[in-house]
């Protein structure tokens, strides 16, 4: 029996709301899904003579997420988006999904399945299947976690730790939506119509991985590093820098900031760049190259794909990374996202 | 630089404590494991000509785990046993594990670093890899997630569906320790030195799972279908009742109490078969098998792994499952465990 919409889950019943939630899940799994949602474990055939690739991420109610900033249905398309950016990430593709997720016994029985909605259509429009998951009360906020599994070819899959003093540092598409679109809800524009900020909040909420993008980067074998862009520029970077023993000059007037970004920004009285710098899960890929094989890789993801890539800098000697003008004066850097906020 | 044991997570930040947790997990890592903890993925060899298994299993502070019951490492220890548990259920083998850990900013670091010793040691000793994982904040309880990757042959695979009436019931080793050590614990033991108390409260705190006579039970390919116990054997017979399309009888004298839950049962003046039907976390082996195999199942899961196996009831026709008496009496079917607690 479908539960009401406006049921809370206590009064459901973890077996109806479970059974209900698996039904949403299992619409369209291909024959690769030998056991589906349901049983202990998903069984799964994967393609031969790959790597497989395993990561997770996990979204939590009030530091992630507010329920009336976003649909039940972006909640659950953003937790899988940020785990399909892992795959690409390592120049793969993903192929499954499994979610947890924790929820206060009076959450309506309507946002326990638009979440599970927004899993599925998030994992069947990248070509991934959402074949199982778990669901438990919680006392605190709502718990969202996914965890993917893909795969890769050995010779074609990026790490963080590849980049060389010498590589061009690129990214692909453009920075600074997502945080725009944060920054919007913030001052309150939550249904706002104008196009630039409609676009920012759309980019916030429902952003896309670059799967695509990471696939044409891999398959050219001239990409030397990448990672994908969760925690913003200014601190991923960083991060690449410390995997790869290198360190890093980006030229702030080349980093290209989303046409949204920039709008917002103008309206709100903020720093463009700023957002596109330092603000968080744009999902973009950020990637080395020998600096001699820049146009190659742009010309081959924008043939494939359709998406711009722009070097934004180069990788040097030594550690850290540093932001310069374009006659070379230095920038202050700017400070990330960090999830517990220092004291 | 390592933190301080007594130092907040809000204080250590993020990249230093995750660079710690990272070196605590990636100890030992074999080489199957191309790449481990630290970049977006891991890279993973898997066996060939196997369906990979995948499940998850999320625990929350207040639902599943008391922070003054249990040290941090049996926290991180309990998370993985869950999700190894999901693949013996399966018949398979273990490959690697991923763990999604929220904390408020005011954990302390050597509560962190506690639970990633947990999660790896439980990983390590059963033969499985801890390869990566996502640590955020939360606002609320502290959140233990972990997803598994595993393997099975697919002739050997066993689900929950495919229990026929005539086959017989039966489970691994004893059932209640668990619940006893719950009860304890709710009557203020967390320290008991007494042998039977200590064994229950270890039951609760650092369950095994049940890999070895899983693998056991599936290499006879006489089981018709299994699961494990995690809910109790009143709700997850009655699980597999539903996935089977069949019911079940269940004889009580039958069912094997363990002798730590009956002693604590009489100690505190509870009814040890209630524990035994009805507690759950004992990650005991439910599974199924045509009567007249029961010996030799028996005899080859005992003689693989000294672990007992008890026939305690039979699959019918029709739906539900029944208690009874030795002499045929109905008993009233105990209610296991729900995660949202019937308003």
Chains 1, 2 share one sequence.
């Not at 069947?124 to 299947?129: F, L, Q, T």
């Not at 980049?163 to 920075?175: N, Y």
């Not at 991060?239 to 290198?246: A, P, Q």
Request: charged share 20%; with cysteine; hydrophobic share 45%.
């Amino acid at each position: 029996v479908t539960p009401e919409p406006g049921e809370a889950i206590r009064t459901v019943g973890e077996d109806r709301l479970v059974a209900r939630l698996r039904a949403l899940a299992s619409r369209g799994l291909g024959a690769s899904v030998v056991v589906g949602p349901g049983d202990d474990a998903a069984a799964l055939r994967l393609p031969g003579d790959r790597l497989l690739l395993f990561a997770c991420d996990m979204m939590v109610e009030g530091v992630h997420f507010r329920r009336d900033w976003a649909t039940p249905e972006q909640i659950g398309w953003k937790a899988v988006v940020q785990n399909l950016s892992d795959i690409a990430a390592m120049g793969g593709e993903p192929g499954f999904l499994v979610s947890s997720v924790g929820a206060p016994g009076d959450t309506l029985s309507c946002v326990a399945e638009g979440i599970a909605q927004g899993l599925a259509r998030a994992a069947s429009e990248h070509g991934a299947s959402l074949v199982g998951g778990d669901l438990v009360g919680s006392p605190g906020p709502l718990i969202v976690d996914v965890a993917v599994v893909g795969s890769v070819e050995e010779a074609l899959m990026l790490r963080r730790s590849g980049a060389r003093p010498g590589d061009a540092i690129l990214v692909t598409g453009a920075l600074g939506a997502s945080a725009a679109g944060l920054a919007a809800l913030l001052r309150g524009l939550r249904d706002d119509r104008r196009p630039e900020v409609a676009a920012a909040l759309r980019a916030h909420r429902e952003p896309r991985p670059r799967l695509a993008e990471a696939r044409a980067i891999a398959a050219t074998r001239l990409a030397t590093a990448m990672m994908d862009l969760s925690d913003g520029l200014a601190q991923d970077l960083r991060r690449m820098c410390r995997e790869s023993g290198v360190g890093a000059r980006v030229w702030a007037a080349r980093v290209p900031a989303h046409p949204s970004c920039q709008w917002v920004a103008s309206l709100l009285g903020e720093n463009a760049l700023t957002w596109a710098l330092a603000g968080g899960e744009d999902y973009e890929l950020l990637f080395t190259c020998p600096a001699g094989a820049v146009d190659e890789i742009a010309r081959s993801v924008e043939a494939a794909t359709g998406t711009p890539v722009t070097a934004i800098g180069e990788v040097v000697e030594g550690d850290g990374a540093s932001l310069l003008e374009a006659d070379g004066r230095p920038l202050p850097w700017p400070a990330g996202f960090e999830h517990f906020g220092r004291a």
